[in-house]
């Protein structure tokens, strides 16, 4: 596990810090001479105010033009100084390919041209000396962020971000509403987690793995939306990428999904008769989900802005399909297998309807989870800015629904009462001889036999 974790680290490490509404140009790689590169979209959202108000605000921040440590063939100083070939420039998808034109790309003056101007190009010169600027965007719709060398020169990098802002903040407006999900989602499972707590502490000492694992699954349910929340929020404020707060986040769905597998598939035993574990094989199968599901969450992060191709998507998400895909048939096939041994025992009936609902629930939950992932990998919000305001509830609500709904179920059914747990707490009877002061039981009578000694009865004289 600290290997995997390390493993995970390390993974989150390497995520490009430019995730969010402010490209970090440091961690790229320049264009060779008279070539441009693609680099990221912005999903611009809004509609201009009657006084000519702007949807966004681009803002090229503190960008400057060095020398790269690294590169074999470094320029001369002066050239550097003179240099006013490289271009980073912001244009809106739909006119980027009529806006370059071939016949006279790096024609103007060294520089890159763009046919016709369309007002929805905007464009800074990097140089050796540190500069910004801000251009208003005016319309919206999906923005594709290019840089351009237009010179000669190699060996060249280049600091400073580009950023867009909207009037709520950083986000993209592909993930505006999914802040405001997250804190619904904190209510609600901060709310379930406080009443199951109460019901759990009654019977604590009685309760089945199931029943404590579903409180386990609702601390990361809780956890997770915290985490979620808090990404959103910092993007929204700086326009970073928080990877460790990512990495908790994804985590800690991740691990709710987990937990709630080894809940249902714990034996209905209590105690010492319970089972120690699942074998090597059922942890192994675990881990590779868990694995393979954490480089899913990745994906969906960088997908829309560094636009990863469907087959991409597609590749990554099938790992995750088949290994869930056999989890669920291993616990439909230990929990018929419980139902079974149930069957045979006595005075058991609650049991019985418990393990049999969960199977109910476990074929419910593995056909709507399968529909929400094809959804998910074949998101068609993005396409359309249309439909951008649905990509929270195609990413996040329906997963985290369905999800709700299955723990609510669970909840539900696995509800602590004395039918169910099977016995209640007698008092030891004394039998035999005693060593030492034998165990009393008190009740009302012999309190009121203590206070009133007298009571009821006949005082007689003693001579």
Known sequence: ???????????????????????DLSEVTMPGARSLQTLYKFHIEGEPGSDGQPV?????KD???QVDPKAADKPAEESLLQYNGMQVLLIKESDFSTAVDTTKFCTWKGQFIAANAPKTFTNFTIRAEIGSHSDPVLTAGTYILVISNCGTLKGLSVKGFVAVQHPWGYL??????SKSFYMVCMGIYGFALFCWTLVCLKWWGQLFVLQKGLWLTLVFCFSESIAWWLFFQVRNDTGDFPRLVFLFAALSSIYKLVTSFYAITSSPAKGADADAGLSLGLHSLLMLYLVFQFHFKVIECLRHGFAITSTVVIVSALPVAIVGTILMVVAFRKI??????LKNERDVPDKVKLYQRLQGLLCFASLAGACAM???????TANSMENWKMHPLVADGLPQGIFGIVMLCMMLIAFPTSELQGYTYVPQVQQGETMGAPASIW????????????EGKKL???E
Do not use: C
């Open 336 to 341: 018929s297998g419980y139902v079974d041994d």
């Open 63 to 65: 960008l400057v033009l």
């Open 374 to 380: 094809l959804l998910d990998v074949f998101d068609p």
């Open 56 to 60: 966004a605000q681009v803002y090229f």
């Open 460 to 462: 007689v004289a003693v």
């Open 443 to 454: 009740d009302d009578d012999d309190d009121e036999e203590i206070a009133n000694p007298t």
């Open 172 to 177: 993209p407006a592909l993930e505006k509403g």
């Open 1 to 23: 596990m600290r290997g995997l974790g390390l493993l995970l680290l390390v993974s989150v490490a390497r995520l490009p810090q430019s995730v969010g509404q402010a490209f």
